[in-house]
C-alpha cells in the first residue's frame, strides 16, 4: 500500500511511461455530502497497487493522468471513477475504456459484475466484495486489501482480449462510442435538475412544482453545509408530503407524520418560508413544465412488438438488450417515425452503430414491410423477420 507522496508519484511517472492504468476506486457515501474517497487501487501490466488517499497528500498527478491524451485509463463499471475525476480534475477523462460496458457488446449479460466478467474472460474465480465493507476503517483489513488488489489486477488483460474480439467482430468503434455515451451521461448529470428526479413529481402542478425546486434546493445548499448526504439530512418522501400539503404554519406542518423529529424541527420555520415564498411566487417563475408536450400514448401492442425484434435482434448478435436500448428508447422511436413525423433529432436506436443493429428492423416493422414467423422454437433468437416483397 502506498501511503506518502514520494512513491506515489514513482508510481504515476510509471503509469506516464507505459501510457495505460486500470482504476478502481473504494469510498464511503452514505455518511457526507458527496462521496468520500478512502482507497485508490491502480495497476499497470507490471503490477497493481493500492494507494491511501487519506494519506497521500497529493493525487494530482493521477487525476492530471487521467485526463491528458496519452494514458488509457480501464475501469469496471466506472461511473464513480468517472465522477471523482470530474471533481477532482475538473474535467472529463479522454481514453477511457469501460470493461463492462465492453462485455455488453459481446455476450448478453450487460452489466456483468466483476468476478463474473473476470471469470468469464480470463477463467479466473475470484471473489465478490463484502457488501457493506467499511472502507475509511485503519488499518483496512488484510481480506479488504486482498480483494481491494483484485479489482484492478485483471482489468488490463481483460482489456486486452475483448478489444481483440471486438476487433474481430468489428464491433470497436461501437465500444469506444459507447464509451463516450457513458462519460457524456455523467456530464449531463451536472446539469440535470435535481428535484426533477423526487418521485411523483411529474404529476405535481406548476406550483408544486415551484415548492418542490425550492425545497430540494433548499435541502442541498444545508446538506453541503453540513457534509451530509442530502437524502439523510431530510427524506425524499417528506419532502413531497410536504410539496403536497404546502403548509402555512409550523403548525399545520407538523400535521404531517415524522415531522415532529427533532432536527426537521429545528428547520421547521425555514421551510414554512421556503415553501411560501415559492408558492406565492409569480407563475412566470416557475419551473416550465416539461410534460407540457401532450403526447398520445403509445400503443402498448406496438411497444412490445418492436421489444420482441429487439430482443431477437440482439441474440441473434449476442449483444446484451440492456446496453442496445430500454422500453423508453423503443417509444422514442414509435413516437419519432410514427407521430412526429420523423422530424427532429433522430432518437437513440437510430443513430450511431444502433442504427446498424436495429434501426432498419424496428422502421420497417412499423411500416408494415416485415412479416414475422417462428423459424427456430429451440433458438435464442427463434424469429425471423421476412422483408415482403
Ligand atoms: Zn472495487
Redesign the pocket.
Known sequence: MIVSQEPFDRLCDEIEDTGLAAF???FVSESYYQPKLCLV?LATPLGAYLVDPLTVPDLSRWWDLMIDDHTTIIVHGGREEIRFCQRYAGEMPRRLIDVQVAEGLLSRGYPLA?KNIVNKVMGVAVGS?ETRSDWERRPLAPKQLE??VE??KFLPEIWNRQSQTLDKLERLDWAFAEFERLIENIRLEKDREGWRKLPGVLRFSAREQAVARALHEWRDRVAEEQDRPPRVMFRDDMLVDLVKRMPKSVQDMNLTRGMQRRDYQSYAEEIIRVIQDAATSAPSEWPQSFMNRANPPLDDVLAKLLSLALANRCAEMNLSMSLVGTMADIDELVRWHVFDKQQGELPKLMSGWRADVCGDLLTDLLDGHVSLRVSNPRSDAPLRFDRRS
Open positions: 478502481d476506486t473504494e487501487q466483476y466484495h480483494y481491494a479489482d484492478v
